[in-house]
């Protein structure tokens, strides 16, 4: 049995004000690697204030976090993302920080900014 690649692609509960994405979930009685957040996942999502990005995520999608104006921590454990979307986290709080593994900080610092990450969001 190959394991199979999931992403996520919101919350069941709108009024959450934390998520955490975890590294695999199980699925029909079979372990699946979380790899993705779908473009759009969080958007517009007034109620959340923190994210925990899981080990195994290798994408972010367009506008995941759009506009979710009350968040404010995003933690990324992940050391395998290669791509974040445009305007992934654009409208979210202007003093937020993103937290990064210190080995790939420089990397995902350009990741983020290229994707259209304001300025005054810190990344460490």
Known sequence: VENK???VIGSADE???SVVIKAS???AGTSD????VAKTAFQNNKNLKKVVIGKNIRTIGSRAFYKACR???VTVKSGK???????????IRKNAYINVPDKKAAEYRRLFRNAGQP???RIK
């Open 5 to 7: 690649t999931v992403s």
């Open 15 to 17: 009024k959450e004000s």
């Open 25 to 27: 979930v199980k699925l």
């Open 33 to 36: 690697k979380l790899t993705a």
């Open 71 to 73: 968040l404010r921590s």
């Open 81 to 91: 993302l290669k791509s974040v979307g445009k305007n992934a986290f654009r409208g």
């Open 119 to 121: 300025k005054t969001v």
